[in-house]
Antibody
Framework: QVQMVQSGAEVKKPGASVKVSCKAT????????ITWVRQAPGQGLEWMGW????????KYPQKFQGRVTVTTDTSTYTAYMEVRSLRSDDTAVYYC???????????WGQGTLVTVSS | SYEVIQPPSVSVFPGQTASITCSGD??????VCWYQQRPGQSPVLVIY???KRPSGIPERFSGSNSGNTATLTISGTQAMDEADYYC?????????FGGGTKLTVL
């Protein structure tokens, strides 16, 4: 069955970077993408970026352009999201999900809590 | 940037129909998905391409999208449907989430 398994919780200081991983199993790469979404405490979902597992093409909302990078390692079926210049308001649970375009984000990881604190 | 707006909360009695709206400029020209999120859990896709249900999602969940408004309808609402619901507008350039609606089953 399809599973998206994320790396564990992180604690970072302001100004640092964090890289979260997401290992995909149970399906063949090449027909989907991986999308990244975050959720601050008590808040809603916020889209952070997307990468095609076919050609590595990426998309980001303007808010995160230049500060967020999503990549994939197709040899290990693992996606990564790096956030640089962390601030306290980046404290959130970060999710990856298999992205099927208009068919939605149909399988989600368990979430990775990133805490930014001095 | 594009925005979609949801009501913060909706209440419904068990067995009644709950309707959650999602509004955006010409939203009917975009695809809309809906996600259910229970406390402490990851989101679950309940509607995609405006009206379609993934396998395993009960038939009481349905969706529509026309003009500037998409609607998630839950018929015969059950206590287990109490959760936060998020709409997501999708086009080739971006994904945009609504702010979420807390559904309370009274």
């Amino acid at each position: 069955q399809v599973q998206m398994v994320q790396s564990g919780a992180e604690v970072k200081k302001p100004g640092a970077s964090v890289k979260v991983s997401c290992k995909a199993t149970g399906y063949t790469l090449g027909n989907y993408g991986i999308t990244w979404v975050r959720q601050a405490p008590g808040q809603g979902l916020e889209w952070m970026g997307w990468i095609s597992d076919y050609d590595g093409k990426t998309k980001y909302p303007q808010k995160f352009q230049g500060r967020v990078t999503v990549t994939t390692d197709t040899s290990t079926y693992t996606a990564y999201m790096e956030v640089r210049s962390l601030r306290s308001d980046d404290t959130a649970v970060y999710y990856c999900a298999r992205a099927s375009g208009p068919n939605g984000n149909d399988y989600w990881g368990q979430g990775t809590l990133v805490t930014v604190s001095s | 940037s594009y925005e979609v707006i949801q009501p913060p909360s909706v209440s419904v009695f068990p067995g009644q129909t709950a309707s959650i709206t999602c509004s955006g400029d010409n939203l009917g020209y975009k695809y809309v998905c809906w996600y259910q999120q229970r406390p402490g859990q990851s989101p679950v896709l309940v509607i995609y391409q405006d009206t379609k249900r993934p396998s395993g999602i009960p038939e009481r969940f349905s969706g529509s999208n026309s003009g500037n408004t998409a609607t998630l309808t839950i018929s015969g609402t059950q206590a287990m449907d109490e959760a936060d619901y998020y709409c997501q507008a999708w086009d080739e350039r971006q994904e945009v989430f609504g702010g979420g609606t807390k559904l309370t089953v009274l």
